[in-house]
Nanobody
Framework: QVQLVESGGGLVQAGGTLRLSCAAS????????MGWYRQAPGKQRELVAT???????DYAESVKGRFTISRDNAKNTVYLQMNSLKPEDTAVYYC?????????????WGNGTPVTVSS
């Protein structure tokens, strides 16, 4: 089992910045991709950004150029630097980790951290 603890969410004005962190603990071996998803009220959860163990990244079109995902493998932590925030970025942000053990893939989710961007 992998436990994820997110932090860094909060209330910010449009144009502001926030940095989310997600620390993984427990059986933290063979972790492949780490990522961030978000869910706005009344909407489905959507991908924000992912990063593989090799450092390859992928971003939603809506956040490209504004958000940066990074990871510290020594600390088993993934970060999401969010710049130029917009009201439409308001959502609960969830950390996700994928682990591959003996050929099987496991996916773990954090409890989420809320981000509110005021106009």
């Amino acid at each position: 089992q992998v436990q994820l603890v997110e932090s860094g969410g909060g209330l910010v004005q449009a144009g502001g910045t926030l940095r989310l962190s997600c620390a993984a603990s427990g059986s933290i071996f063979s972790i492949n991709a780490m990522g961030w998803y978000r869910q706005a009220p009344g909407k489905q959860r959507e991908l924000v950004a992912t990063i593989t163990s090799a450092g390859n990244t992928d971003y939603a079109e809506s956040v490209k150029g504004r958000f940066t995902i990074s990871r510290d493998n020594a600390k088993n932590t993934v970060y999401l630097q969010m710049n130029s925030l917009k009201p439409e970025d308001t959502a609960v942000y969830y950390c996700n980790v994928n682990q591959v053990l003996f050929g099987r893939e496991y996916s773990y989710w954090g409890n989420g951290t809320p981000v509110t961007v005021s106009s």
